[in-house]
């Protein structure tokens, strides 16, 4: 199966922002692109249709940040597949994600942000995880044991955009007014 991640659409204000001078006691914004990405091992989203108990969890690491988390939502539901809305906190909670199914787009997206520097750096990403819910039928023939899963593999990567948001410190606002 082939893999394709796409990327959020970030707010990209660099350039028009960094082109018009900004005087220091104002807030600047910055945006910047980079080519990290989340690398996502023991995927699976299923759920057993008898015991009306569906999980989707996965865990994930960003070798370049040093950062490990788990993520998991566990719900009662009909169909078996869970959707939980983003953020769904991480067992470490700078990294939530989203799992969401929004027709009439067909098929089930991933999105996964670790927010860090204070709350002002953004590392956020999204993959298709596409449509393919299957049926496992218990081979002994006790439909105690069938589940649903969506068809998707169980190691990935979702590439992420960096949005890094700059304040103005606060020694600039209290000294300078700003001019009428
Ligand atoms: C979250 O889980 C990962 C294992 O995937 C572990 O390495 C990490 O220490 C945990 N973080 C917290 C804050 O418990
Ligand atoms: C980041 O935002 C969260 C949610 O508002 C808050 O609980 C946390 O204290 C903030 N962290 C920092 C370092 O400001």
């Not at 091992?41 to 988390?69: C, M």
């Not at 995880?129 to 218990?138: I, K, L, M, Q, T």
Request: hydrophobic content about 30%; some cysteine; glycine content about 6%.
């Amino acid at each position: 199966m082939q893999l394709k991640s796409y990327l959020l659409p970030f707010l990209s204000l660099a350039s028009t922002l960094t082109a018009t001078p900004i005087t220091p006691e104002k807030p600047s914004l910055q945006s910047r692109s980079s080519s990290g990405c989340f690398e996502i091992t023991q995927f699976r989203n299923s759920g057993s249709p008898h015991s009306i108990s569906a999980t989707v969890s996965f865990d994930l690491v960003d070798r370049s940040k040093n950062l490990a988390a788990t993520c998991r939502a566990i719900l009662s539901i009909q169909p078996s597949i869970v959707t939980t809305q983003f953020p769904t906190y991480c067992n470490d909670s700078s990294v939530a994600f989203g799992f969401e199914y929004n027709p009439p787009f067909p098929g089930y997206w991933l999105y996964i942000a670790h927010i860090y520097n204070n709350n002002n750096t953004v590392d956020g990403g999204s993959i298709w995880a596409g449509r393919d819910v299957r049926r496992y039928d218990n081979p002994s023939g006790n439909p105690n044991g069938d589940y649903d899963y969506l068809n998707f593999p169980a190691e990935f990567s979702v590439g992420y955009n960096r949005h890094v948001q700059e304040l103005p410190v606060s020694t600039a606002v209290s000294t300078a007014a700003p001019t009428p």
